[in-house]
């Protein structure tokens, strides 16, 4: 702040022709002398502005690697969960009596699932109706709880979020297996996002320090560049003030 009061004082005293801040009025500013405490005054404003620029750009650091690796994470967990209440609506359980006509099955499901492709599957084509020709269908594993055959499906491109494979599953409507798609999409982006951070993360670093680095180096440069002018234009005032 000494150095902008001094600055000033000698631009009013410069403003004045013919009179220096000793009041010498044999004194006869030049061109120079008229506009380098303007251009000292300017350079110092603008490298106080990149400093405080770079200081508030600190102050609000981005989330951490791992912060924003554990945000997406949470949004995966919920969107598995999601998909699995969807997939898993409970279906209609009755207990078998001797007039039924019931179809057992070796267990409802074969071991494993395929990987569906979260970014452009679309589980309403690979919806299966296997059941739908069988009034009632039951598993030899518990035979004497029988399941609505026309109530029932598959669908491979949803196996993978089959959490009870105990029993079969239920017939989705169209709006259920249009929010799983729209579900996976969610996941597709996320697994890419995970990967971005893990592929990006030293480029983004080095961006960071370098952008930071010249920040800085700038704000100093206009800095000295100020102050180098002030000391300039005091010496020349000390020596013309003494003829």
Request: proline share 6%; glycine share 6%.
């Amino acid at each position: 702040m000494w150095i902008m009061k001094t600055l000033c004082e000698d631009s009013i005293a410069r403003g004045r022709p013919g009179v220096n801040r000793a009041g010498n009025s044999r004194l006869r500013p030049n061109g120079f002398g008229r506009f380098a405490p303007r251009v000292a005054l300017a350079a110092l404003v603008v490298s106080t502005g990149l400093a405080a620029t770079a200081a508030a750009d600190s102050s609000q650091e981005p989330p951490t690697k791992e912060a924003q690796i554990a945000a997406i994470k949470s949004v995966m967990e919920k969107t598995v969960h999601r998909i699995q209440e969807i997939a898993g609506q409970p279906v209609t359980r009755l207990a078998r009596t001797p007039d039924m006509d019931v179809t057992l099955f070796p267990g409802w499901f074969h071991p494993g699932a395929m990987r569906p492709n979260f970014n452009s599957v679309d589980v309403r084509a690979t919806q299966e109706f296997p059941y739908d020709k069988f009034g009632y269908v039951a598993s030899d594993q518990n035979p004497n709880v029988v399941f609505i055959g026309h109530e029932l499906e598959f669908n491979s491109m949803i196996k993978l979020f089959y959490a009870d494979r105990s029993c079969p599953k239920r017939k989705l409507s169209e709006p259920a297996m249009l929010e799983i798609n729209h579900l996976y999409r969610i996941l597709g982006r996320s697994e890419q996002q995970l990967a971005e951070l893990q592929k990006d993360e030293p480029q983004q670093a080095l961006l960071t320090l370098l952008v930071s680095n010249r920040i800085y180096v700038a704000g100093a440069a206009l800095f000295l560049l100020a102050f180098g002018l002030y000391l300039l234009q005091r010496r020349r005032t000390q020596v013309e003030a003494s003829y």
